[in-house]
């Protein structure tokens, strides 16, 4: 594309006032905003995809956490794949698909080191936002690495119908999972997770999540619990824990929206008797097991292993509904906003 050709401007999302509770509409503003020159290094990237992600939440606070939170007024960002438009950097083409860290916009200047390649020969480009990108890799190491899943484990996997819990309870499987449990928030969701090889789910409205997952596990129990929800799915993993179980405490999607103070589990006291772990972790701390990862999915995905759901908002301009859905659970896999129809 020649310079003559190339946008002088990206229509964005910013963030117009930090939410109370649930995000509503006028926490958004879509705006259009110039972008600068391209410097030596740089790579000018017309987006394809944009992610919407739960932990975006907590950015939206101004609070002092791991990630910065989000400024006003300016656009927000995220995990994005798009197509290189323009380049002044030695590592990336025009015409190369890269994965990068600017999304909620159209186009995006980015370092080119800063910019990863998506390999759409392996998956489409999408995947690599989802089951090839942070969310398989969340999943990977939270269950491999954190949780120290071993074989003949039993796993009990909340959130289980979206983007990291499925890979989780597929990967299981695939491990020599002895028992595979999900939770899920509705019928369709839950015949999902038994179509993806689960050995067992059940939907949390319909009755005490504790009494469903002693049910679900029986006797044996369960050995490891990877946490997406927090609450009481927490609380219920901690009574069927075995001695010596695992929990990876990836997120707490329950209580992201919540203005007061949420109480703990009231049975913690159980980990001391039952000698159980308990790991948070973020998948920025895990990056060491990208190669690893990156190369056991891509043959999982192609030998049909594994399989990945995606929920797709076309426009820009549906960004903040898409992510106001993904907090009230309205997707199944990962959910993702489509820009440029194509890869």
Same mark, same amino acid.
């Given at each position: 594309m020649s310079l003559g050709t190339l946008p002088a401007t990206t229509r964005e999302i910013q963030l117009a006032s930090r939410p109370v509770g649930r995000p509503a509409d006028e926490n958004f503003r879509l705006?259009?905003?110039?972008?600068? &020159?391209?410097?030596?290094?740089?790579?000018? @990237?017309?987006? $394809?995809?944009?992610?919407?992600?739960p932990y975006m939440r907590g950015r939206m606070n101004d609070a002092k956490s791991y990630s910065a939170p989000f400024a006003l007024d300016k656009a927000l960002d995220g995990g994005a794949v798009g197509e290189v438009i323009a380049s002044r950097s030695p590592e990336h083409r025009e015409g190369d698909v890269v994965v990068h860290g600017l999304g909620w916009r159209e186009y995006a200047v980015v370092d080119g080191g800063a910019a990863k390649p998506a390999r759409t020969d392996l998956a489409p480009a999408s995947a690599f936002l989802g089951a090839l990108g942070m969310t398989g890799l969340t999943a990977y190491a939270g269950l491999l690495k954190v949780a120290e899943f071993k074989t003949g484990d039993a796993v009990f996997v909340s959130g289980a119908a979206g983007a990291v819990g499925s890979l989780v309870g597929q990967i299981a499987k695939a491990m020599g999972a002895s028992?595979?449990? &999900?939770?899920?928030?509705?019928?369709?969701? @839950?015949?999902? $997770?038994?179509?993806?090889?689960?050995?067992?789910?059940f939907d949390y409205h319909d009755g005490p999540v504790r009494e469903q997952l002693e049910k679900a596990a029986g006797p044996a129990g369960i050995d490891v619990y990877f946490d997406n929800v927090g609450g009481e799915h927490l609380e219920a993993a901690l009574a069927a824990l075995n001695v010596g179980g695992r929990v990876a405490m990836c997120g707490a999607i329950a209580q992201y929206n919540s203005t007061e103070p949420t109480p703990a589990p009231r049975n913690l006291m159980l980990a001391i008797g039952k000698q159980l772990t308990l790991r948070g972790f973020l998948v920025g701390g895990q990056q060491q097991h990208a190669a690893e990862f990156a190369a056991t999915m891509a043959g999982w995905l192609a030998d049909g292993t594994v399989q990945y759901d995606e929920t797709i908002v076309d426009g820009l301009e549906n960004a903040p509904q898409a992510f106001m859905d993904l907090l009230d659970g309205a997707n199944t896999g990962k959910m993702l906003v489509r820009l440029q129809s194509g890869l």
């Open positions: 705006a259009e905003s110039p972008l600068p &020159g391209l410097r030596d290094g740089q790579i000018l @990237v017309r987006n $394809l995809y944009i992610s919407v992600d028992r595979v449990i &999900g939770s899920a928030g509705s019928p369709a969701k @839950v015949a999902r $997770l038994l179509e993806l090889g689960f050995d067992a789910a």
